[in-house]
């Protein structure tokens, strides 16, 4: 039943992740529209073999027209069955894999402990975001400007649904991540969760998604979801979290 669940309430019904963005119903395809800094992407999509390849091209036409490269986030029970090499001939690129894990927040085991010497840090403020983004930094490499900015004007416009942590140890930050609310649904999503080498292999990664499932549990919501890279599904499985599809996000041209 959980799939079900959050194809409708995550997907079909998606509201808007971020102030100043937007959801559009055009009949067979659920998109978020926004600005550069936003995420631009395709939810949710129920196409049959005749059709899919024209909603591809209006896709690519429509976002191109605004000026934006997209994402088509992929599932794999996503129809029809060939939708991934439909993407890649209209010139998307897969980026890696992910597998979505749902687990319900009653049953999860959550009495991982923090390390001794470390404090977890809610994020309210810009300087709570630098903290988050240099763990990111340092614990993915790349730029963190996007999530910086999503974050910042999540704070500022919509606090009540978004949470973040930040692991400092000795005065450092060691150890960050985010949760995503969404009202009206009963599903919270855990983002962004990384340690830097250093901290690694210490139990700071359950922590943190035992803080967020808490916060989550004290705020009405069921289950936490998550696009689990690799190295985090075992330990998410190990807290009770189940592996329900595979999601793969193919980026434009």
Do not use: C
């Not at 959980?2 to 395809?29: H, I, K």
């Not at 001939?89 to 085991?109: Q, S, W």
């Not at 060691?174 to 969760?193: C, D, I, K, N, Y």
């Amino acid at each position: 039943m959980t799939l079900p669940l959050f194809d409708l309430q995550m997907r079909r019904q998606a509201r808007p992740d971020a102030p100043g963005v937007r959801v559009e119903w055009t009949g067979s395809v659920v998109r978020q529209v926004g600005g550069p800094e936003d995420w631009n992407g395709i939810l949710w999509s129920d196409l049959d073999a005749a059709g899919a390849d024209a909603v591809i091209a209006e896709q690519l036409a429509f976002y191109g027209g605004l000026g934006r490269t997209f994402e088509w986030k992929l599932y794999s029970h996503d129809r029809p069955s060939d939708l991934a090499e439909r993407l890649t001939a209209a010139g998307f690129v897969a980026d890696e894999a992910e597998t979505l894990m749902v687990g319900r927040i009653g049953e999860l085991n959550l009495s991982e402990q923090v390390p001794g010497g470390v404090e977890l840090r809610p994020v309210r403020d810009a300087a709570g975001v630098e903290l988050m983004t240099a763990v990111h930094e340092q614990a993915f490499g790349g730029d963190s400007s996007l999530v910086r900015h999503q974050l910042l004007t999540q704070l500022a416009e919509r606090p009540g649904e978004v949470e973040a942590v930040v692991a400092m140890a000795g005065g450092q930050p060691v150890s960050a991540a985010r949760m995503q609310l969404h009202p009206g649904t009963e599903f919270a999503s855990l983002w962004s969760g990384g340690t830097v080498a250093g901290w690694r292999g210490r139990g700071l990664y359950r922590a943190l998604v035992a803080y967020r499932a808490r916060l989550a549990a004290a705020r009405g919501y069921h289950f936490l979801q998550v696009d689990a890279a690799p190295t985090s599904r075992p330990i998410l499985a190990r807290l009770g979290f189940a592996a329900l599809a595979t999601t793969t996000p193919y980026l434009s041209p």
